[in-house]
Nanobody
Framework: QVQLVESGGGLVQPGGSLRLSCAAS????????IGWFRQAPGKEREGVSC????????YYADSVKGRFTISRENAKNTVYLQINSPKPEDTAVYYC????????????????WGQGTQVTVSS
């Protein structure tokens, strides 16, 4: 019953910004974590950021620290990923995921996924 829907992707220039949204529904617990992952063609899916629904702790991959910010609504039904100072290597399909797992686990540990939204960074 858990459903996730991403939106907000598109074409962005270096020096620009973009905000991705993940609308979630059907949670049966207040303790689901929400993670953002990305995958470029031919490459492994990688974790980008994560937020814990239990205490609000946030985590970031080293490659995006200082540039990306994850946040959530108080109702815990929408999570955002703010992308600032994007780089060409940020180009990928971005997915949000949810599960009763701790932040930091790889993508194979996450059970619920959105459909993905394309982010392309180009001048």
């Amino acid at each position: 019953q858990v459903q996730l829907v991403e939106s907000g992707g598109g074409l962005v220039q270096p020096g620009g910004s973009l905000r991705l949204s993940c609308a979630a529904s059907g949670f049966t617990s207040d303790y689901y974590a929400i993670g953002w992952f990305r995958q470029a063609p031919g490459k492994e899916r990688e974790g980008v950021s994560c937020i814990s629904s239990s205490d609000g702790s946030t985590y970031y991959a080293d490659s995006v620290k200082g540039r990306f910010t994850i946040s959530r609504e108080n109702a815990k039904n929408t999570v955002y990923l703010q992308i600032n100072s994007p780089k060409p290597e940020d180009t990928a399909v971005y997915y949000c995921a949810a599960d009763l797992v701790p932040c930091g686990l790889g993508y194979l540990s996450w059970g619920f996924w959105g459909q993905g939204t394309q982010v392309t960074v180009s001048s």
